[in-house]
C-alpha cells in the first residue's frame, strides 16, 4: 500500500506546510511555532524534492486482471514473479529505471539513453507451448534502441536470470516496444 503513495510529494508537502507555518509565526512572534517548522519543515522539504528528484513511477498494469488469471497467479506464480510483480508497480527511489541492473547485467542498458524503459504490466495465461495454460507475467518495455533480434539472443540469460521454474520469452506486440513473458514452467 505505501508503494502505491509518493513518499517524495508526502514529505514536499509536509515540509512545505511546515516551512510556511514556521514562517507565519516568525511573523507573528511565536518562537516556538518558528523553530518547529523552520527546523523541521525545511529539512523535510529539501529530503522530499531531493526524493522527487530521483523518483521512478510505477508501471501501469495495461490490461485488467481476470479472475482466473488472479486464480492463476494465486497457485503457480513464483516468488520472483511476485516480488518483480510488486517492485515493479510500485514507487522506487534511488534507482535510474525498473529492473535497472538487470538490464545492466545482462548487456541491455549501455548508456541511460540507450537503456529499455518498463512502461507497463499485465498479467495472462499463456497460449503458448509448452507453457499452455500457465500463469505469466509480462513486462512491456519501450526499446527503441534494442531491436527485437537482441532481446532474443538474450532469452536464455532472461530465463537463467529471473530463476528456476520460468522461462522467459520476448514478443514484439508493435514497433519499438517489447513483450518480456516470465511464464512459470511447473504448473501445479
Known sequence: ???????????????TVLTVVGGFAYTSGNSTLNLVGFFYGIPILLGGAALKSSEVKPAEFVYPTTA??????????????N????????????????????????????????RP??????????EAEPTQGA??????FQSPLIALAAWQEKQDK??????????????????????????????S
Request: hydrophobic content about 40%; proline content about 5%; glycine content about 6%.
Open 68 to 81: 482466473a488469471v488472479l486464480k492463476l497467479r494465486e497457485t503457480q506464480a513464483t516468488t520472483t514473479q
Open 117 to 126: 524503459v518498463l512502461t507497463a504490466v499485465y498479467e495472462q495465461i499463456s
Open 83 to 114: 516480488s518483480v510483480r510488486k517492485d515493479v508497480t510500485r514507487y522506487r527511489y534511488g534507482i535510474k529505471a525498473h529492473l535497472d541492473r538487470v538490464l545492466e547485467k545482462l548487456g541491455m542498458s549501455p548508456t541511460d539513453q540507450e
Open 135 to 140: 500463469y505469466s507475467l509480462v513486462l512491456r
Open 1 to 15: 500500500m505505501f508503494g502505491q503513495v509518493p513518499l517524495a510529494s508526502v514529505l514536499v508537502l509536509v515540509g
Open 158 to 187: 532472461l530465463t537463467k536470470f529471473f530463476g528456476p521454474g520460468i522461462l522467459a520469452s520476448v514478443s514484439q506486440p508493435e514497433p519499438k516496444t517489447i513483450d518480456l513473458h516470465l511464464t512459470v514452467t511447473n504448473k
